[in-house]
């Protein structure tokens, strides 16, 4: 299993980011996906969720800014940030979300992650 994420960058307040996440070895159709985000020296902070139904949620504090979407055909899952704030600086990761009920919000419980990309934003 394989998770590749790509889009990071430097940007300044107020911009737009899109990161995406192509996924291997795994059935990327029935999977259920998430982005996540870590600020050095803290722990993981997770955003956003995606089910295998199109079905989508958000943490408040990205409601409203980011939206998250696939695309089955190519195997990807792509984070849409926009209205960048300085404390969305953070490395950001996708994960598959564990065939467990209640599993969404529950990083502990995730075995695939990606190697994430850096978003730093700032003027």
């Known amino acids: 299993v394989q998770l590749v994420e790509s889009g990071g960058g430097l940007v300044q307040p107020g911009g737009s980011l899109r990161l995406s996440c192509v996924v291997s070895?795994?059935?990327?159709?029935?999977?259920?996906m998430s982005w996540a985000r870590q600020v050095p020296g803290k722990g993981l902070e997770w955003i956003s969720g995606?089910?295998?139904?199109?079905?989508?949620y958000y943490a408040d504090s990205v409601k409203g800014r980011f939206t998250i979407s696939r695309d089955n055909a190519k195997n990807t899952v792509y984070l849409q940030m926009n209205s960048l704030k300085p404390e969305d600086t953070a490395g950001y990761y996708c994960?598959?979300?564990?065939?467990?009920?209640?599993?969404?919000?529950?990083?502990?419980?995730?075995?695939?992650w990606g190697q994430g990309t850096q978003v730093t934003v700032s003027s």
């Open positions: 994960a598959i979300v564990p065939r467990v009920p209640g599993a969404l919000k529950a990083l502990d419980e995730y075995e695939y």
């Open positions: 070895g795994f059935p990327f159709g029935d999977s259920d």
């Open positions: 995606i089910y295998n139904d199109g079905s989508t």
